[in-house]
């Protein structure tokens, strides 16, 4: 699998060209997902497998960007994220896909990120 970061409802060009600029020198591939494609799961979208051309366009968006790593090797990834941090760019909704996840569509995934996330941020 050809190096691969899925980003879904990323729209403020600002933050995209950004995005780009971190992520370019690491030769990765930044594929954008449609909306439509919210059907699909995770591991069709970064090319493990075929889309399903019978799926039903989606019609929800996420309430937020997020990004799905894949085929990154661990050292390779914590110097893009360093990256990213560094150029200030923040998207809380990261995840690599897994063999658990990579069934799983976006929409699920991402409430499944919005729970883990709200689980550490929350004060007891």
């Known amino acids: ?8 409802q990323l729209e403020d060009p600002s933050e995209k060209l950004a995005l780009e600029t971190v992520l370019f020198p690491y030769h990765v591939r930044l594929k ?3 909306l439509e494609q919210y059907t699909q799961n995770l591991g069709a979208l970064a090319g493990l497998w075929e889309e399903d051309p019978e ?5 929800t968006a996420l309430d937020a960007p997020m990004l799905i790593f894949a085929g990154i090797p661990d050292a390779k990834l914590n110097q893009m994220l360093a990256g990213l941090r560094k150029r200030g760019i923040q998207i809380p ?3 690599i896909l897994t063999p658990t996840n990579a069934t799983w569509t976006p929409l699920v995934c991402f409430e499944e990120i919005r729970r883990e996330h709200e689980a550490m941020h929350t004060k007891n």
Do not use: G
């Open 32 to 34: 954008k997902i449609k």
């Open 1 to 8: 699998m050809k190096e691969t970061i899925l980003v879904f």
């Open 55 to 59: 799926a039903v366009p989606a019609e």
């Open 93 to 95: 909704y990261k995840a």
